[in-house]
């Protein structure tokens, strides 16, 4: 059943590769959608879930605000939380029971982030989004119950990426992170060949993936802009502190824990969380997967414990 997970979720991308379109990247995204409800376990139930819209420039980014049973009368600590999806895939729907377990496990709020995809907005539209959603976030923290002085970023994969360059980005302009929750994080855009990602095609992250991510939503652009690569950002002692989760079955865990390595260097105070026996992406196949359940709350009650939110 696993294969079948990754041969679908691979078979989607080289797809992509071969014959893009419109029309075959919204195929891949309802097959990502539908597969994924399909393969996760049910979500606890909460106190309030509400859709919010953040405004932008031109329209408006989709959210969602999820508020635990356990989260405390308001303001308490708040996540931000970008999912993942390679930039192509994702949304809102799709990540709801992953997010409603981190909500309820982490005793936290969470405001979940729909930012725009690619071919249609390609980079750096993503990253804009993000970083207008962290501004609105601070700016509107009384109105979702955030406490102001506790607000933290978090992601999986390519949402790893946005809330790792987030962090750069605001340790540089002074504003102030409680923490950063980094979930098997896509770091580097510049290598998809190394040694240390092994057996690429067998992962759920392999490389149709990883090719059709660099020639659809980063284009043109540098490979080693820190957005793209933030390994290769500025790594400030300022930075906040991070936990990060890596797989065992994954071929980007290499890179995860060179990268909490390098933050322990700068003086970073950093929990690095390891699960053998995942794969990439297990938070959201938590139906399907020995374990993953598991490991999903493991490492989301992790994370109310580094942020304070669960003591």
Not at 155 to 175: F, V
Not at 282 to 311: H, M, Q, W, Y
């Amino acid at each position: 059943m696993v294969h079948r997970v990754i041969d679908l979720f691979n078979g989607a991308f080289a797809k992509l590769n071969d014959d893009f379109s419109l029309r075959s990247i919204e195929l891949a995204r309802k097959a990502m959608t539908s597969s994924k409800q399909r393969l996760e376990k049910s979500a606890p139930e909460l106190a309030e879930v509400r859709d919010l819209a953040i405004p932008r420039n031109s329209g408006s980014i989709p959210a969602r605000l999820y508020t635990p049973m356990a989260a405390g009368h308001p303001p308490g600590p708040g996540l931000v939380f970008f999912h993942g999806g390679g930039f192509l895939v994702g949304d809102l729907n799709s990540y709801d029971n992953a997010v409603r377990r981190l909500a309820a496990a982490a005793r936290i709020r969470v405001l979940s982030v729909e930012y725009r995809l690619a071919p249609e907005h390609p980079f750096p539209a993503a990253h804009d989004d993000a970083q207008t959603a962290l501004l609105w976030a601070f700016s509107n923290a009384e109105n979702i119950g955030f406490d102001p002085g506790n607000i933290s970023i978090g992601g999986d994969s390519a949402g790893g990426m946005l809330s790792a360059w987030l962090a750069q980005w605001a340790a540089a302009k002074g504003i102030v992170l409680h923490s950063q929750f980094l979930l098997f994080p896509l770091l580097q855009l510049v290598e998809t060949h190394s040694k240390q990602r092994k057996s690429p095609d067998g992962h759920l992250l392999g490389k149709p993936a990883l090719m059709a991510i660099r020639k659809h939503f980063a284009g043109d652009a540098d490979l080693r802009d820190p957005k793209l690569s933030p390994i290769l950002g500025p790594q400030s002692p300022k930075l906040a502190p991070a936990l990060i989760v890596t797989c065992g079955l994954d071929p980007l865990y290499a890179e995860g824990k060179a990268y909490g390595d390098m933050l322990t260097a700068n003086g970073i105070r950093v929990k690095a969380l390891h699960f053998k026996m995942m794969p990439h992406g297990f938070i959201n196949v938590t139906g399907l997967i020995p374990g993953a359940e598991d490991a999903s709350l493991d490492a989301f009650e992790a994370f109310g414990r580094f942020c304070g939110s669960v003591k």
